[in-house]
């Protein structure tokens, strides 16, 4: 048409020059996790384009596929885009590794090893983690962890001790670690040394390096936490609440210290920290009126723990847990209907958060069972699952009281109702399984449908204690004494908990060895006086 301009046509492409085809291939690879065609796609992309991260691209998918003569392509062209860019040593180390080729790794590491910044050592470390051979990567750690390298840096003297340990050379890591401690008297290499101390067991040397490591810098919170916990695994709880007592406190360093003098009943150590959180002037924060909370608690001082667990606002992420705790010191202190109305108004207040009503509501159950008011409880059960039919901790938790009624009809229900709604959960038809098992008598066949739901826990949970004890009273019940003491002295060994003494002492009882019978149900006694399983076992059988 007359005063139009005619547009040039296309050029084709061919698809072996088509940048942009070869782009979209390697991305598509990479997608599909085809990293060797990713690789191949991204090095054939690198040849046709000028941008450099398509050739470094190219170079870290060749190197992650051990695709070396396609790497030293990739790589070549990435020098040539950009010879400067900091990453092509570490490249050219990597692959040079691979090739086998160790004097020329060892320059390149050398290179790294020298550079200004604090970022040599790190891109070190990744190269020799990842070598492929560990040997060869702890030799070159050897020739490269020499002073001249080093430097007066402790950091980097502790850095490449750790990595030594990492890559499995425990004794250069502790020369190396002697010769920093010696050379800077530093509280990080007193630490690390600590920590390899505690790796080949001599807890007295790691003692002797963080006290050590606390004379040079007696603020630090880890080097204080590390050697609490040092002394708390130890088993000296009281000292390990002492040694954080020094220096700067806040709340991280208060909730250990609680939880340390708790473990070790230093009632001490616990009404000197109760004071010092009381005494502090700096802001109380939820997590702060907490834990004064809690302490006031462990100390008896139940009115004044309220108190503090009644300021946490209700914006605070430890609001709710405050008001649970209200319920149960109101229930302590004998106020049981304040708790009981004080929970009806949280049950109001949290109606939205699902999860958070119904803990209120086990919660009132719980403190109805704790009065021996299994009606009641029963009743705040039904209540609850009338809101809220379907919550499985609410179904167990009534299945698990209902047995303890004796109505295993009911508790059946429950249970089957929970292993609905959670076909995997291994508590649920271990529960489920006993429940039958302890219902039924030999040649019933919900035996048939407890074994294979008690088969189908201990697939999941091999090594739970409930669980075996589950397969152990199965066996009783099955009439087959051996498998079940078998079993039974095995979860007993795990856990001596009353509910398993009194299955493994009737197996006892009934194949003739009375005496071990009787000192495991005394054992069980000891631990809980009022079980009631335990009790009923031993009427019935030793009357």
């Given amino acids: 048409m007359a005063g139009v301009e005619a547009k040039p046509a296309a050029v084709a492409v061919a698809p072996e020059n088509d940048l942009m085809l070869k782009l979209l291939a390697a991305q598509f690879a990479l997608q599909n996790d085809d990293l ?3 690789a191949q796609g991204y090095a054939e992309a690198a040849e046709l384009s000028a941008d450099p991260a398509v050739a470094e691209e190219a170079t870290r998918l060749a190197l992650s596929v051990k695709q070396w003569p396609l790497a030293r392509r990739a790589l070549t062209r990435w020098q040539q885009l950009a010879p400067k860019e900091s990453g092509i040593v570490q490249a050219r180390a990597v692959l040079a590794l691979g090739e086998q080729r160790i004097d020329d790794a060892y320059a390149d590491l050398s290179a790294l090893a020298a ?6 050592w790190r891109l070190v470390a990744q190269v020799l983690l990842n070598a492929p051979d560990k040997a060869v990567a702890t030799q070159l750690l050897e020739r490269l962890a020499t002073p001249e390298h080093l430097a007066a840096k402790e950091t980097n003297w502790v850095a490449m001790s750790q990595l030594a340990f990492k890559l499995g050379d425990k004794a250069l890591a502790q020369r190396l670690v002697d010769r920093a401690v010696a050379k800077f008297h530093g509280a990080e290499g007193y630490a690390w040394s600590a920590r390899l101390a505690l790796d080949r067991g001599d807890k007295a040397a790691a003692q002797g ?8 810098d007696p603020d630090s919170l880890r080097l204080r936490g590390g050697y609490a916990a040092l002394l708390a695994d130890s088993g000296d709880n009281a000292a390990a609440a002492r ?3 020094r220096g700067p406190q806040d709340d991280v360093t208060y909730a250990a210290r609680a939880a340390y003098a708790a473990r070790g009943e230093d009632k001490a150590a616990l009404v000197r920290l109760y004071r010092e959180m009381q005494a502090d002037k700096g802001e109380r924060s939820g997590k702060r009126l907490y834990l004064l909370g809690q ?4 100390l008896d001082r139940s009115e004044e723990a309220l108190n503090w667990y009644r300021e946490i606002g209700d914006g605070d992420e430890h609001w709710f847990d405050a008001q649970m705790r209200q319920a149960v010191l109101l229930d302590q202190l004998g106020r049981n209907a304040e708790a009981v109305d004080f929970l009806h108004q949280l049950q109001a207040q949290t109606g939205e958060d699902i999860e958070q009503l119904g803990s209120a509501y086990l919660l009132e159950a719980e403190l109805q069972v704790r009065r021996q008011r299994p009606r009641d409880a029963l009743a705040v059960y039904g209540r609850a699952l009338g809101v809220l039919p379907d919550d499985t901790r609410l179904l167990y938790a009534r299945a698990l009281l209902e047995v303890d009624q004796g109505d295993a009809d009911a508790a059946e229900r429950d249970l089957r109702r929970v292993v609905e709604l959670k076909p995997d959960d291994a508590e649920a038809m271990n529960a489920l399984g006993y429940t039958l098992v302890d219902s039924s008598s030999r040649g019933d066949p919900k035996l048939a449908e407890a074994r294979e739901l008690i088969r189908r826990a201990i697939e999941l949970k091999p090594n739970e204690p409930a669980i075996i004890d589950s397969l152990g009273w199965l066996h009783y019940r099955l009439g087959d004494l051996d ?3 078998k079993q039974l002295r095995r979860a007993y060994e795990k856990q001596t908990e009353p509910d398993i003494a009194a299955h493994l002492g009737e197996v006892l009882w009934v194949k003739g060895e009375r005496d071990e019978a009787r000192r495991i149900w005394e054992e069980g006694r000891k631990k809980d006086p009022k079980n009631k399983v335990l009790l009923e076992t031993i009427k019935r059988l030793n009357p």
């Fill in 243 to 245: 040694a954080l007592e």
């Fill in 209 to 216: 390096q963080y006290a050590a490591a606390l004379k040079r």
């Fill in 483 to 485: 498998a079940s003491l």
């Fill in 36 to 38: 060797a065609a990713a």
């Fill in 115 to 120: 550079r200004a910044d604090e970022q040599g």
């Fill in 295 to 298: 302490v006031g608690e462990l």
